[in-house]
């Protein structure tokens, strides 16, 4: 395991536990280079050709483990020419099919390509040769920007060196690997060694060049209350993909994509995933070209980005999580899952319990005070709940949403007492207390839009379009984002304040800075990002003990940018328990449960009008994180007493949930009807399985399936959960080995109505 360079062959093997990955470097000056023999082929056009000279660096493979490198068929420098009258292989005949690791603009590659620059001239061929690597333990910080991370006994880091030596730009490619993952990380590093400004117009973070295999594309889509849904599409020749052009990573598209050999399952079938650490813009591309090859690329986008990059600059793209599976989407899951647990959370609470908050969003919207905050805290500590979250609303003259943003100064006329008092009444009652924030907002009736309105991004002469009547603040300009510094923790430090939810509800647009000149303009959405991300990283250094959540609208901004710095995220303002098993069936697919921002509503349910029993919202939120957003004081007697229950359930089953493997066993979205996962630790001696029965059908069968992720020779109790009584009680024949269950399955009643849910815990014998 591990990285290595093959000197004789001039190939890179990156290992990792269960897969390899091999690049090789092909210069038709060294006689060695290219020879097919292995191939049968005598063809000798590629190597004949001084033209196809430059040291390129190839894609050879991406999958399964293997052993042997010397495979230059791979390569396939050897294929025949566009005409093949013509007994010679030109240049541009070889770049239009040589697997190209890192494809540039402009010289003769025609496929869709990862970088484009622009120079003073005018110019835009970018040509880039191999210079040389390094190889180091440990995996280096990306400057500003959210990225895995490992130790130097867990981690080792490639960096190969390009160049384009006309315009003396420097290029750096770099693969990380870690001894207990399958993930490869990547990203890019661009330096200007020339003597003029280059503007980089286009810079991608990750490309795979490789032969189709029959590809399904699986991607995640939505829009506000209706984040990641899965879709699979075959691949057709030409492009496909996602993107955002939002300013955020969107409630529309998500920053991934997955290839799949045609059919694949959970178990069955090879999976390729790319999925972006990046909250921005993004870009993330399939095209399938003449020859019947695959390029998949992720980056930035490369619409409204123009990055000058002055002589000795540099400049850092985040990095792209690559993953392969050899057995179907499940392994995927629990890849990612493993590796953002480990590798690319940072907070204190990634491995602990958090604690049970009620949000009073749902339950009053902006139409509170201090009594009736009291109130909720009151009758939600008599239940068990650990914390207050006091959402929008608190601050400034914020009646409604159209007003206030940017002034953030407790609403003494709401909050009697302000803020202390109200959360030292909080934590009397034992409960801790938590905040709304949306910083990076101005709303155009506001006194700091009164005092300043060039602090929000437009384009002068032009008037910026409102979105949820509110502007955002330009935090290119180093002064705006001194004052969103100084009042976050101006509030933070007013009281006991142990959790921030941190929002953001409007995309960007009508894109200018009064500070950015005309060629740098195209900074703007980027330095955006890296502007939320220092203030988070301020803010998580300040307060490491603070609970951050990150929300956006819902889940617009549910990207692993932001999981680096908090270790949840708001998954959708749809509540609903029916509507929420398509969100976190998507959501789940990359992200570990334990992130998944999910709460208990009321009924009939704000976004759709459903109702469902609150066992089965109580069910469905249990493999979130886990809270409360209801009026405690209005809802019914039946319901607020299953509350001590479910809270007693979060705290039985909490850590294996957010710490387990996850295995899908059928997706409502898929048969309409039912949905049904399990969540199995890592020694295999406990496990759950939530069944949710969307519709009840006439005279049915039972159903009987298969359980997943068990030990086969371990006997495993069977209990359902009573929510009604908090208690674990025997189910079915009560016990049976793991390979029963997993081979001959588990059956289970049909249950009386329409969105019921039920839980099993199996527990080892
Ligand atoms: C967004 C969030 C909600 C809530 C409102 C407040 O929509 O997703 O949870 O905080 O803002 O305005």
């Not at 040389?132 to 440990?138: H, M």
């Not at 890849?335 to 480990?342: A, M, T």
């Not at 959402?391 to 943003?405: I, K, P, T, V, Y």
């Not at 250094?541 to 692993?560: I, Q």
Request: hydrophobic share 35%; aromatic share 10%.
């Amino acid at each position: 395991m591990g990285i290595t360079y093959h000197e004789k062959e001039r190939v890179f093997s990156i290992d990792t536990p269960n897969t390899s990955y091999l690049i090789g470097i092909v210069d038709a000056a060294d006689p060695t280079d290219g020879s097919s023999a292995d191939t049968g082929s005598k063809d000798t056009r590629a190597r004949g050709n001084s033209s196809v000279c430059g040291g390129y660096v190839g894609h050879m493979y991406y999958g399964k483990r293997i052993r042997d490198v010397e495979l230059p068929y791979l390569l396939r420098i050897d294929e025949p020419p566009y005409v093949p009258s013509v007994n010679q292989r030109d240049k541009l005949s070889f770049l239009d099919s040589f697997p190209m690791e890192y494809p540039t603009h402009g010289i003769g590659d025609f496929r869709e390509d990862c970088m484009e620059v622009r120079t003073k001239a005018g110019h835009t061929a970018l040509e880039l040769s191999y210079v040389g690597y390094e190889l180091q333990k440990g995996k280096p910080k990306l400057e500003g920007l959210p990225a895995t991370f490992g130790t130097e006994e867990d981690c080792e880091t490639l960096c190969l060196i390009l160049e384009d030596r006309v315009l003396s730009l420097k290029v750096e490619l770099y693969y990380s690997t870690f001894s207990d993952n399958d993930g490869i990380a990547r990203s890019v590093r661009v330096i200007n060694e020339g003597s003029e400004e280059i503007y980089l117009t286009k810079v991608l973070s990750a490309c795979l060049d490789m032969d189709n295999k029959d590809f399904e594309l699986l991607t995640l889509h939505g829009s506000w209350a209706r984040e990641r849904h899965i879709q699979r599409n075959p691949v057709g020749y030409g492009f496909q993909g996602v993107s955002s052009v939002r300013g955020e990573s969107s409630h529309q598209h998500h920053p991934f994509l997955g290839l799949l050999t045609r059919g694949a399952t959970q178990e069955e079938g090879e999976v390729y995933g790319l999925h972006f650490v990046y909250s921005g813009n993004f870009t993330g591309l399939v095209y399938r070209g003449q020859f019947d090859n695959i390029r998949a690329m992720m980056g930035i986008n490369g619409s409204d980005f123009c990055w000058k990059l002055l002589p000795g600059e540099a400049f850092t793209a985040p990095e792209v999580i690559l993953t392969y599976s050899a057995h179907g989407l499940g392994d995927m899951t629990r890849c990612y899952h493993d590796l953002y647990r480990n590798h690319l959370i940072r907070s204190r609470y990634k491995d602990r319990k958090r604690p049970i908050l009620i949000n009073n969003w749902e339950a009053t919207y902006f139409d509170f005070t201090t009594e009736k905050l009291l109130d909720i805290a009151k009758e939600a500590s008599k239940q068990g709940i650990e914390m207050l979250v006091m959402d929008d609303g608190w601050f400034g003259n914020r009646c409604d949403d159209n007003r206030a943003l940017g002034d953030w100064f407790v609403n003494e006329d709401k909050l009697k007492g302000g803020l202390s008092y109200l959360v030292s009444e909080v934590n009397k009652l034992g409960m801790k207390f938590g905040i709304w924030f949306e910083p990076e907002m101005i709303s155009p009736d506001s006194d700091l839009y009164r005092a300043h309105p060039d602090w929000a991004i437009a384009v002068p002469g032009r008037e910026a379009g409102l979105c949820r009547c509110q502007y955002v603040l330009d935090l290119t300009r180093k002064e705006i984002v001194e004052y969103v510094w100084e009042r976050l923790c101006n509030i933070l430090e007013s009281a006991n304040i142990e959790y921030v939810k941190w929002d953001m509800n409007r995309q960007l647009a009508d894109l200018g800075s009064i500070d950015l000149p005309a060629d740098r303009m195209g900074e703007l959405c980027h330095r955006y990002v890296l502007a939320v991300y220092e203030l988070q990283e301020r803010l998580v250094t300040k307060f490491p003990d603070l609970l951050l959540e990150n929300c956006s609208g819902g889940g617009a901004r549910f990207d692993p940018g932001m999981l680096y710095y908090s270790p949840q995220i708001w998954c959708s303002d749809d509540t609903d328990a029916i509507e929420r098993l398509m969100i976190q069936e998507g959501t789940a697919l990359i992200y570990p449960l334990s992130c998944m921002g999910a709460h208990v509503s009321d009924c009939p349910n704000h976004a759709v009008g459903r109702m469902t029993p609150f066992e089965t919202r109580g069910y469905v939120a249990l493999t979130g994180t886990f809270g409360y957003e209801l009026d405690i004081t209005k809802i019914s007697e039946e319901d607020r007493n299953m509350i001590p229950k479910q809270v007693k359930m979060y705290h039985k089953f909490h850590m294996l949930i957010s710490q387990g493997d996850y295995y899908r066993i059928a997706s409502y979205a898929d048969n309409h009807e039912w949905d049904c996962y399990m969540i199995v630790n890592k020694e295999k001696t406990e496990a759950l399985l939530i069944y949710i029965q969307v519709l009840r059908q006439p005279n049915c069968h039972s159903r009987i399936f298969p359980c997943k992720g068990l030990s086969p020779d371990k006997k495993y109790e069977i209990f359902r959960y009573d929510m009604k009584n908090g208690e674990d009680t025997p189910f079915g024949s009560a016990s049976l080995y793991g390979e029963t269950l997993m081979n001959a399955g588990i059956r289970i009643e049909s249950l009386w109505g329409d969105h019921q849910g039920m839980m099993l815990h199996f527990v080892e014998q």
